[in-house]
C-alpha cells in the first residue's frame, strides 16, 4: 500500500532558528496536507496544497508540492516556543478515498 | 464556522465492553473519516463516510464499525474492546475543493479511550 515517509523524525532547534522538514511518497499524489498536533489534541489543517511545484504560506509557515508530485516540504521561519508539537504530513492520489499520514516530525523549540 | 466535534472527549472502559464514540462534521461537509491513533502506530485510517453510506474501509477487524446519519452526524462503534483498543479516536470531516477534485480535511479535538 501507499507508505510516506517524513523526515527528520524529530528535532531540536533554538529559538528564532529556520526549520525544514519533508515528506515523501512511493505514489504520485494529487493532494498535499500539512498539519500540526499538539499533546492531547486533533491536528490542526496548517497548509493545503493542490499542484506540483505550488508554493503557500501561512504566515511564517510555507509549504511547496514537489514537481515529481511525490514530495512536499514544510519551512517555518524564525521558530518561537509555540510551534513545538508533531507535524503530519498527509496525501491523496485520483485513485484513493482517503488520505495516508507519515508518521510525523517531532519539533522541540528550546529559548 | 463551528469546527469538527466529538464527544465524548474522554472515556475509561472494562476490556470486554463496548463503546460509541459521536462526531459532528463542519457544516456543509458531507464526507466523515474515522482514525485511530497510538504512539507505535500513528494515524491509523478506520473508514469513511459519505452521504450515510462506508465508502472506504481501513484494516481494522469487524469489531470497529460505523455509521453515519443524514444530517452527516457520524458514530463508531467498537465492540468487545480489548487492551490494545486504548488510543486516541480521531474523526475527521472533509469538502472537495470545487473545480479540482481535491479535498481538504479537519479533525476534531479526539476522543481519548482508555481500557483497563
Redesign the interface.
Known amino acids: 500500500g501507499q507508505q510516506l515517509n517524513q523526515s527528520p523524525q524529530s528535532m531540536f532547534i533554538q529559538e528564532g532558528e529556520d526549520v525544514s522538514m519533508n515528506c515523501t511518497s512511493s505514489s504520485i499524489f ?2 498535499w ?1 500539512w ?1 500540526k498536533q499538539d499533546p ?6 496548517l497548509i ?1 496544497l ?1 499542484k506540483a511545484g505550488e508554493l503557500t504560506s501561512n504566515g511564517r509557515l510555507t509549504a511547496q508540492f514537489g514537481i515529481t508530485r511525490k514530495d512536499s516540504f514544510l519551512n517555518i521561519s524564525a521558530s518561537i516556543p509555540s510551534d513545538v508539537g508533531i507535524y ?1 504530513c ?1 496525501g ?1 492520489d ?1 485513485y ?6 507519515g ?2 516530525t517531532r519539533l522541540s523549540v528550546l529559548p | 464556522k463551528a469546527g469538527v466535534t466529538q464527544t465524548p472527549r474522554y472515556l475509561i472502559k472494562t476490556r470486554g465492553q463496548q463503546v460509541t464514540l459521536s462526531c459532528s462534521p463542519i457544516s456543509g461537509h458531507r464526507s466523515v473519516s474515522w482514525y485511530q491513533q497510538t504512539p507505535g502506530q500513528g494515524l491509523q485510517f478506520l473508514f469513511e463516510y459519505f452521504s450515510e453510506t462506508q465508502r472506504n474501509k481501513g484494516n481494522f477487524p469487524g469489531r470497529f464499525s460505523g455509521r453515519q446519519f443524514s444530517n452527516s452526524r457520524s458514530e463508531m462503534n467498537v465492540s468487545t474492546l480489548e487492551l490494545g483498543d486504548s488510543a486516541l479516536y480521531l474523526c475527521a470531516s472533509s469538502r472537495q475543493i470545487s473545480g479540482t477534485g481535491t479535498y481538504e480535511q479537519y479533525f476534531g479535538p479526539g476522543t481519548r479511550l482508555t481500557v483497563t
Open positions: 494529487n493532494t496536507l498539519y492531547g489534541e486533533g491536528p490542526v489543517l493545503a493542490y503530519f498527509a491523496r485520483n484513493g478515498q482517503n488520505f495516508v499520514f508518521p510525523g
